[in-house]
Nanobody
């Protein structure tokens, strides 16, 4: 059974840092593009960062230079280090796995991802 389980969310003040982790079971991460998405209340789910041999490494413009995505294929663990957090980044953060032959809409598009975790809440206070 394929399963993604996120952890590491919590509350932090503006300017603070958090590290999210996603434990993968039931399949091999090396064959997929692994991604972090987030969804704030009333907003659409948006891609934050992706990583994988089939998709490279890509960040949303809003997080470049502050967030770092990493993947340990041996441990089947995906991580997201988030620094200099701002209140607008309060959201539920999800990890996801996907595949595509042609990333016509870019690997940050949610249409390519078929396996999702349950999410972990990140709250940034001002």
């Amino acid at each position: 059974q394929r399963q993604l389980v996120e952890s590491g969310g919590g509350s932090v003040q503006s300017g603070g840092s958090l590290r999210l982790s996603c434990t993968v079971s039931g399949y091999t991460t090396g064959r997929y593009c692994m991604a972090w998405f987030r969804q704030a209340p009333g907003k659409e789910r948006e891609g934050v960062a992706v990583i994988g041999s089939i998709c490279g490494t890509t960040y949303a413009d809003s997080v470049k230079g502050r967030f770092t995505i990493s993947l340990d294929n041996a441990q089947n663990t995906l991580s997201l280090q988030m620094n200099s957090l701002i209140p607008e980044e309060t959201a539920m953060y999800y990890c996801a796995a996907g595949r595509s032959d042609l990333w016509l809409h870019g690997p940050l598009s949610r249409i390519y991802y078929s396996v999702w975790g349950q999410g972990t809440q990140v709250t940034v206070s001002s």
